[in-house]
């Protein structure tokens, strides 16, 4: 099986900015941590408690995909009218490889040795402390890892789907792909037996035209694929595999493969922005979710995989893959 980190920041696209409109909030930048993340992502009660230990409130808004994310830092690096620029975000979670184009672009900082300690970083798992991206944790810390395959529902497909199921128009209308051009590419690529990162111009032609196919068939879908599967909407989706461990608490004929053909794995990673007007707050907020207590509340509640070794240990009954899902 093949596998590459989902959610690739999209080839020739710049980094113009990491600030974005904010609602108006009458508490000071000192007093508050913005911060973005992916949607079905946290225990809610996991911010609660940030405040009630630290003080400080949390502004906390959420994106749907990768692309969704880079077109709300390129549109925040706008400059408003009047010249003034608007507030940065002091905490976001994007994936390994869109964390390497910030990282070079110097549009990350470090995180502070002294309030992120080596003791915390020693919870996590080996492999986790080691990533190409970031050997030694210095600019970020892993949220969560898993897998992106395909969700189905297994009243219809009694065995489960390949990625060519996307081009069967006895299902058009109840199947989606991720809104994401990404991985949309990447499953057409794997249903037609070639890696996500084939680069030759015969094979990228053959995937647009086999893209292209699917699209008679399928809706593009980041944001509400979750409770389409839940609801029965759709019969099969591109899926990250947390989502549809989400989606099988309310329809349990629900399931999730990784095919053949392969997958993606990915690593989302907390990093704080180098412009971020109160990165002692996200410092502190990542060393809160360091704490091996509360990365397995919130890696049970949200039933996503974390990469924080003693927190699986107290997760009794959580994931023991990305997801709790076995990779195929």
Known sequence: MSAISRRQLLSGAA???LSTVL??????????VSFLNWQDYIDPTLLTDFTAKSGLTVGYETYASNDALFERLIAAGVTRKGGRKTTTF???VPSENLFRRLRNAD???TLDSTVVTEALLGSLLPEMRSLPADPGNRYSVPWAIGMTGIGYDTSVFPEPPAWDVFLDAAHAGKMSLLDERREAFAAALFSLGQSPNATDAATITAAKDQLGKMKANVSFNSETYLDDLASGK????????TDVLQARRKNPKLAFVVPKAGGTRWVDLLCIPADAPNSAGANKLIAFYLDPKVSAANATYNLVATGNLAARVRAEGGPRRPGGLPQR
């Not at 609602?23 to 508050?32: G, I, L």
């Open 234 to 241: 759709l019969v099969a989706a591109q899926a990250f595999n």
């Open 23 to 32: 609602p108006a909030c009458s508490t000071t930048s000192e007093s508050r």
């Open 90 to 92: 002091d905490l976001i």
């Open 15 to 17: 980094v113009l900015g």
């Open 107 to 109: 549009a990350l900082q």
